[in-house]
């Protein structure tokens, strides 16, 4: 990879997280760390505000914000291609929310490559066989996962039984074309997964909960143990 797009790249890395670590950029480009600190060096250079500190790695400096990202072709087929495969999940609000990301892209495509997409995405197709049931909840669990916010849901468990339910919600994972919900329910003062589908109302509440440490992968092999 040429250094100019390398640099520009690092931009991208540091616009999308919020700390990055030399060692993960040394890795993600398969060059030394010394040249990562001569990059990083040649951007602030540049006049690119880029903090660090010890231990932690590179960050921008708040309130600064790049130039709109150009796509390139390959770039934008697969964020096409990612869209067809997201409209046969069961999820409508991520359904919207994906096509209004992917309009967003081609607005700062060329024309050339406007018109190869718009070509490329009658000649795409996604089929599921399998009948799936629809949900309208995912965008807002994800923003509640975040802002560690308390949801009240009205459940129908797969028994029938009707329940309602206070959650704080902490992950969600896609299985069998279903969105799951996983969350600490204060009824059963103990984590539970609630299918999206089965979600028959969600209410945001203005109650906030501690931030929890969580991880899927501890939770699952937790899980998996039993």
């Known amino acids: 990879m040429k250094r100019l797009h390398r640099l520009t790249a690092i931009l991208v890395k540091l616009q999308s997280k919020k ?4 060692a993960e950029l040394s890795k993600k480009f398969d060059v030394s760390l010394r040249t990562i600190y001569r990059d990083i060096q040649a951007l602030t250079e540049a006049g690119v505000p880029i903090g660090a500190e010890a231990g932690t790695g590179y960050f921008l400096v708040d ?3 790049l130039p709109p990202i150009m796509f390139t072709e390959i ?5 096409l291609t990612a869209s067809k495969i997201i409209n046969t999940n069961n999820d409508t609000s991520l359904i919207n929310a994906y096509q209004e990301a992917v309009e967003k892209v081609k607005a700062v ?10 070509i490329l995405e009658q000649r795409i197709f996604t ?3 399998d009948q799936i049931q629809p949900s309208n909840s995912l965008s807002i669990i994800q923003q509640a996962i975040t802002d560690c916010r308390v949801l009240d849901i009205q459940y129908t468990a797969g028994s029938g039984e009707y329940t309602r339910r206070s959650v704080e919600p902490l992950g969600v994972y896609f299985t069998n074309n279903i969105w799951v919900m996983i ?9 539970r997964q609630f299918r ?4 028959i109302q969600l209410i945001e509440t203005q109650e ?5 440490h969580f991880s899927l992968e501890d939770y699952f092999g937790q899980y998996l143990e039993y």
């Open 109 to 118: 495509l060329k024309t050339t490559q406007k018109e190869k997409l718009e």
């Open 183 to 191: 969350a600490y329910c204060r009824l059963r003062k103990d984590h």
């Open 63 to 65: 309130g600064y914000s």
């Open 75 to 79: 770039e934008a087929n697969a964020l």
């Open 127 to 129: 089929y599921n066989k």
């Open 19 to 22: 700390v990055v670590q030399a």
């Open 196 to 199: 999206t589908d089965r979600i």
């Open 208 to 212: 906030l909960f501690p931030p929890k």
